[in-house]
């Protein structure tokens, strides 16, 4: 169900719950609430975003449009810019994918690289197929002899939470590993989402491309060829062409409005404004990017300036790797002990019912007295999950107090990189209850006397294993970075 028009009655009930609690003079937050649950331009903003820029992979042409586009978004509501250049380890585009069983049926299959998938040889590459279960080690040692060479089905179980596209990350590295050793061509991984949706599944996230091709083909297809398996004698072709090239040049677009009082402190609004390039990038995450832009944009409109410097970012490479916020952290790292809190939005437009602590319970208080003046909105509930996939993570990493909106994720999942990520998915109305949320969240964070303290590495040591984020570090290539210290700045 689309559901992209508010109505005025819901409006006029947000503003009522937002205005009654200040009933005098409604105070800052109040009123920048009470703009964002009106006619602004946000999502219109969003629909230019996704309709005239599109999918918008960092490297690709259509990843410096949507930087201009935002910085003169950004210009245009009167905040200062900074276009901020970081380095992303490796290029990977998609160019194009074509797959078909040869044997013992020719048919078209649908099918889409995997980012960071090798491409397939000149003129494609055909190959006997193999059926390699669910990508075990065990599935793959099972074939024996009849696996070099050959091309892997890997199955999958339909993916229908969070956890389980977690789970879906977390077998890629293993699998990679287990189909080397059986020294297979390539791998057809098949999709975990039903009606022949396909979506970029990165098959690397810490800067490398793989050595091998691997390709998503459609669930209803995997099926069918999994059932002709059982007869065996199926042969597949695929032809994976990919742009890939070696480190590059990226850009993030920082917003800043300066403190009145405490310019040199900072709290940092954040969301990627890059995307996968099946769909348009609404819900992963133009509407927060967009979101973004508008919480700037009511601040200068409401001639509000808090008291520390709030900076608004859109960051690119996060699909990547996180090479955009991870750029920041570095470019910014004589900055951070005056940082105050870092806040990243990045699931979609489900509403917001809280927001991840991220190992830090004692940010609790500074979050509760923060929303207090949205508090009708709420009720907000934290979690003191500790969050990895997203631009928190180096800000994390380097102790700096980081919070990410914590959103219902069902809204937001079953498009998540695939095809249908377009902008009628946005839910309107969720957005606009998100952009008061954050607005006031972020004034609050800015203007209160005091802020949350800076871990020491030793710090952010406890809280990794506390928290137990280890596994998730080494699925998304980021131990090894951490241990070494080139990721994590600290004093
Ligand atoms: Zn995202």
Redesign the pocket.
């Known amino acids: 169900m689309h559901r992209t028009h508010t109505t005025l009655a819901h409006i006029a009930a947000a503003l009522t719950t937002v205005l009654a609690l200040q009933p005098a003079t409604p105070s800052p937050p109040a009123r920048l609430a009470a703009r964002a649950l009106g006619a602004t331009p946000m999502l219109s903003d969003l629909r230019e975003l996704c309709d005239r820029v599109g999918g918008r992979p960092t490297g690709s042409p259509a990843a410096r449009r949507s930087e201009e586009w935002a910085e003169r978004r950004l210009r245009d509501a009167g905040v200062s810019v900074a276009m901020e250049t970081f380095t992303v380890p490796a290029l990977w585009l998609a160019e194009s994918a074509r797959g078909d069983c040869l044997a013992p049926e020719a048919f078209p299959l649908r099918v889409v690289a995997a980012p960071y998938s090798a491409s397939t040889p000149e003129g494609g590459l055909t190959a006997p197929l193999v059926d390699a279960g669910m990508g075990a080690d065990s599935d793959f040692a099972r074939l024996g002899a009849s696996s070099r060479g050959a091309i892997a089905l890997v199955r999958s179980d339909e993916m229908k939470t969070l956890a389980d596209l977690f789970a879906e990350y977390m077998r890629t590295d293993p699998m990679l590993a287990a189909a080397k050793r059986a020294g297979v061509s390539a791998l057809l991984l098949v999709s975990t989402r039903p009606r022949g949706l396909l979506y970029r599944h990165p098959v690397d996230t810490g800067g490398q491309v793989v050595p091998l091709p691997v390709a998503l083909v459609s669930r209803e297809q995997g099926a069918r060829l999994a059932r002709l398996l059982e007869s065996g004698g199926v042969r597949v072709k695929l032809d994976l062409r990919n742009r890939i090239g070696g480190p590059y040049e990226a850009r993030n677009v920082v917003g800043e409005i300066r403190g009145r009082e405490k310019p040199e402190e900072v709290v940092l609004l954040g969301a ?1 404004l890059d995307s996968w390039d099946l769909g348009t990038g609404a819900l ?2 133009g509407v927060n990017a967009a979101l973004v832009i508008d919480v700037a944009r009511g601040m200068k409109e409401l001639g509000l300036a808090p008291r520390r410097t709030v900076r608004f970012a859109l960051f690119t490479g ?2 990547q790797g996180l090479w955009g916020s991870a750029g920041y952290v570095h470019r910014h790292a004589a900055e951070l002990d005056r940082f105050a809190a870092v806040v990243i939005l ?1 699931i979609g437009s489900g509403r917001i019912n809280g927001f991840y602590l991220n190992g830090r319970e004692e940010l609790t208080t500074w979050v509760d007295e923060a929303l207090a003046p949205v508090a009708g909105i709420g009720p907000f509930r934290h979690s003191a999950e500790a969050v990895d996939g ?1 631009d928190n993570f180096d800000f994390l990493l380097s102790g700096v107090p980081n919070l990410i909106a914590d959103q219902d994720a069902a809204p937001y999942l079953p498009d998540y990189h695939a095809e249908s990520d377009v902008f009628e998915k946005v839910d309107a109305r969720e957005a606009r209850s998100n952009a008061a949320i954050t607005a006031a969240l972020v004034w609050g964070l800015a203007e209160a006397p005091g802020r949350p303290a800076r871990q020491s590495r030793a710090g952010v040591e406890s809280l990794i294993t506390r928290t137990g984020l280890e596994p998730q570090m080494k699925a998304f290539g980021q131990w090894a970075d951490w241990v070494s210290g080139r990721r994590g700045e600290n004093r």
């Open positions: 990627h992963d995450n996060e699909e990045d997203t």
